[in-house]
């Protein structure tokens, strides 16, 4: 009996141990976790049943909710896991809503009255609290802060974040997507097939304000300039409705511009967009001269060296020209009686 009861206990812990360390503390700032009310599951549709093949786009791989409690005020949390920080970032964007206000909670947040979604390291939150206080946004800054915080590469941003131009862009109009799915629910022109993720394409996506309506850019981040270049050529052959289009590429980069705007509006924004080469210097293969304290010990002592070796053939020279001069020239030069080596003064 006593060997079953082991055995159940090994692979329970077992289990416990493959889905991951707990996604959400078990207090903060005074609030209280109640654990009747924690939910934990590695199934996506658990997290949003609509949504979930978007989800395992962005890497989902686990999900937890509870309730927290203080003071009589109650906090439902709900937490979703991904496999890298790009994941989450990509989430936030696919969930956030224009009319959601901007709040600093986090690596980034927005907030619609009393629902707040905020996304740290790799961990996407959804908040809902059931009274909205001045202290609220400071408790969730304690509970982004009380999150298990992502190491490495796990915790690297998307590279292509931030590359969509500020000017006239849409408040959270901004999205970051890395599969079709996320593509066709977001509504962007150009479709999945033309994209080819296969690639490895990255898409950033945003919409923008122009003096005759409103068009979107599609910016599309290919790993190599030559796959960029065959992608451009292909859409730009295809028929696509929305447009008119205008396009764009630069180095790995391809940008598109469709909807209602004006050609000097898109012109203008395609020149805001600008591939930069992240250039990384090579290791120096020798240690700087100003921070290798060995290496200046032993130049300090070569120097000793060659000075007290040039100092050394100097005398020797100077003692073999007296001795020279003695033997061939004696009474001349060097040792004539009447040149007194020694100073007398001859007191007696």
Known sequence: MRYWIVTIALLLSSLAWAKGPSILPSSFNGWKLSPASVKTSSDPAAADAADFAVLKEYGFTDFQSATYSRGGRMMQVKAARFADASGAFGAFTFYRQPQMQTEQIGDGA???????????????????????TAMSAAD?????EALPL???????????????????????????????????????????????????????????????????????????PQIAGDRMRAIQAASLPGGPFFYK???????????????????????????????????????????????FVVALILLVVVVLGVALVLSLAFGGLRLIARKFFPNRVFGRHDAAEIIRLNLK
């Open 110 to 132: 927005t907030s619609n009255n009393s629902r707040i979604l905020f996304h740290r390291g790799n961990i996407l939150v959804d908040v809902t609290l059931q009274q909205v």
């Open 140 to 144: 969730l800054r304690a509970l982004a």
């Open 150 to 224: 992502a190491q490495g590469q796990v915790a690297a941003c998307p590279p292509c974040q931030g590359r969509l131009p500020k000017h006239s862009l849409r408040p959270n109009s901004e999205r970051y997507i890395v599969g079709p799915v996320a593509l066709e629910r977001l509504g962007v022109p150009i479709p999945a097939s033309l994209v080819d993720f296969t690639k490895g394409a990255e898409v950033e996506f945003g919409k923008y304000h122009s003096s005759i309506g409103e068009g979107s850019m599609t910016l599309i981040e290919y790993p190599t």
């Open 249 to 295: 590429r630069s180095g790995p980069l391809l940008i598109a511009i469709n909807g209602s705007i004006s050609e000097s509006d898109a012109q203008s924004l395609l020149g805001m967009v600008n591939y930069d080469a992240d250039v990384t210097p090579l290791q120096p293969t020798r240690p700087n001269p100003k921070e290798d304290r060995g290496a």
